[in-house]
């Protein structure tokens, strides 16, 4: 083992070498490459055991620590010591029920030690399991905060290769796309079967309109291959009621995103829609909000700009939605797209802060505070985790 005082002059050179910032490159655990002070190509490290190497004259000849092996170990400390301190330590929580029937009748039965640390060990007097609480990163390699910093640039509109290249950079992680693309589908999965149970306090005004999307695998149209994606928003909370994909822009078409967004408000009618000309939607609403509010809801057709009422706010948000399919190069078939449109609606209501709304989330100005913290990811991660799967199933009609 090297020492760690700074006696000897090679070591106050490894210190200076780490300073600089961009001298030493890790290729692998035991494999660092370290850049020549005299500007001369650099050296490879290596280490066998519990011995270091190095291909530098000082280290081949003399046979001792040369500056660039104490580069390299101070290196490792200094990144040892930003790991435990960084790393956010797992909340010993009470877990909200029993994960297999939901009972809260739950007694506290031990510890369990593993490499993640202590977890603590539960026992359900209802019906016997024993279980440990699970807050969604248990059997995965990487750490939340990489997890979550990757699912946050995704959905900036990052594209995955880079998303790959930033962890390996700036983290120290070595993922794969389709690493990353498995945590995409697995945490937006676990988060919207969470959500889903929450119904969201709207306004009076919604606003709906529709995008082209490009889809590769589908049938073409007269345009290309290409469907419509349809968003309806809500005016006063920018909540994103529904979003749905079709093939055509006709009266069921229409009817699909206005079925949705009754689900999701709990049969709850708006006062007024406003749309573009596209003629689909004045029959749509007729059909949909005919019986479920008096008096009727009106229907908005925007005419200009200048008018009173706009669709600026919808149409925001499909600029959103373009950061995001701009870096996939369209979608493979209108399921995917669907799958995307639902991952963007979860991001945009629960998880992006909103301008307009001082920084809240559009689900915060609707009455749906989940208290996530500064890492609203991992937040509703663990929130989701931690409620049991019974829970989960039961589709609930308040807020938290």
């Known amino acids: 083992m090297l020492a760690v005082t700074l006696e000897s002059s090679r070591e106050l050179r490894g210190l200076e070498i780490l300073s600089k910032g961009d001298q030493i490159r890790r290729l692998d655990a035991d494999t660092y490459r370290v850049d020549s002070q005299n500007g001369n190509g650099s050296y490879l490290v290596v280490r066998k055991g519990k011995e270091w190497g190095c291909e530098c004259p000082d280290h081949v000849y003399r046979q001792v620590v040369c500056k660039h092996i104490y580069a390299v170990y101070f290196s490792l400390n200094l990144r040892q010591r930003v790991v435990k301190e960084v790393q956010p330590a797992i909340e010993a929580t009470q877990p909200e029920g029993c994960r297999y029937c939901g009972s809260e ?78 945590w995409i589908r697995k945490y937006m999965e676990l988060m919207k079967g969470y959500v889903d149970k929450f119904t969201p306090e709207l306004g009076s005004m919604w606003h709906s309109d529709e995008m082209c999307i490009n889809v590769r695998k589908t049938e073409p149209t007269e345009g290309g291959n290409y469907s419509w994606a349809w968003n309806l928003l809500d005016h006063e909370t920018r909540f994103l009621i529904a979003s749905e994909v079709t093939k055509h822009r006709n009266i069921e078409d229409a009817r699909k995103v206005l079925q949705e967004a009754k689900d999701v408000a709990n049969g709850q009618a708006p006062d007024f829609i406003i749309t573009d000309k596209l003629p689909a939607y004045k029959k749509a609403i007729s059909k949909e909000f005919r019986t479920l509010s008096k008096p009727r809801t009106e229907h908005v057709k925007l005419k200009s700009i200048r008018e009173g009422s706009n669709n600026n706010v919808v149409e925001r948000l499909h600029g959103t939605v373009r950061e995001r399919v701009k870096v996939m190069r369209g979608m493979d078939n209108d399921e995917s797209a669907e799958a995307m449109l639902e991952s963007q609606r979860l991001y945009y209501n ?9 920084g809240k989330t559009p689900a915060e100005k609707a009455g749906i505070d989940l208290q996530l913290g500064g890492n609203k990811w991992e937040g509703l991660i663990r929130k989701a985790k931690r409620t049991p799967k019974v829970i989960k199933e039961m589709k609930g009609s308040g807020n938290p």
Do not use: W
């Open 105 to 182: 009748n739950i007694v506290k039965i031990g510890v369990r030690h593993n490499l993640r640390g202590d977890a603590q060990r539960f026992l359900c007097k209802e019906c016997g399991h024993k279980f440990i609480l699970d807050e969604g990163f248990d059997k995965v390699k990487a750490t939340p905060k990489a997890i979550t910093i990757a699912l946050d640039l995704y959905f900036k509109g990052i594209s995955q290769r880079k998303i790959v290249e930033h962890l390996q950079m700036f983290e120290g992680i070595k993922v794969t796309q389709p690493c990353v693309l498995k």
């Open 350 to 358: 629960y998880l992006r802060p909103h301008q307009g709304l001082n």
